[in-house]
């Protein structure tokens, strides 16, 4: 099924996407790789507050290319979630609506995304230079120091995903894979 949905997003929008479903984001994103992630875990542990709200908010694991004259932003294609499967359940324990990535979740993430009413969602890799002309603004707001892994708040309008995991426990990756089976 195809869906358009608004960023951030509502444990109701949650709740209607499943797995399989293509959906189209325009709204807001946040951007957050590897070495970001370690930084708000640290700050967390240390009893802080992350630098952004976020609440309800989706985390696009990614790092940008530089951006061409007249453009807000690079190549912008998703990195391997995986490498963020360690910070990802306590995000989303603290009100984390969904991530974007690519490649498959721990069974952690995939059990923190169903207690949470959250989402999984997958952009196509390979695609970043494709997938940049759906962002209208890029905006450091923390981590300024990391480069490509700081945290940015994107606008994006029409951005392309596909639901991996839903809350309500199904995963695209082994469903398609029982489907092609047969």
Known sequence: ME???TAPITKEIAKSLHAGDYVYITGTLYTARDAAHKRMYEILQEGKELPVDITNQLIYYMGPSPAREGRPIGSAGPTTASRMDKYAPQLLDLGLGGMIGKG??????LDAIVRNNSVYLAAVGGAGALLSKCITMSEIVAYDDL????IRKLTVENFPVIVVADCQGNNLYETAIKEYAK
């Open 3 to 5: 869906k358009h949905i």
């Open 104 to 109: 498959k979740r721990s069974k952690e993430v």
């Open 147 to 150: 480069g490509t892994e700081a």
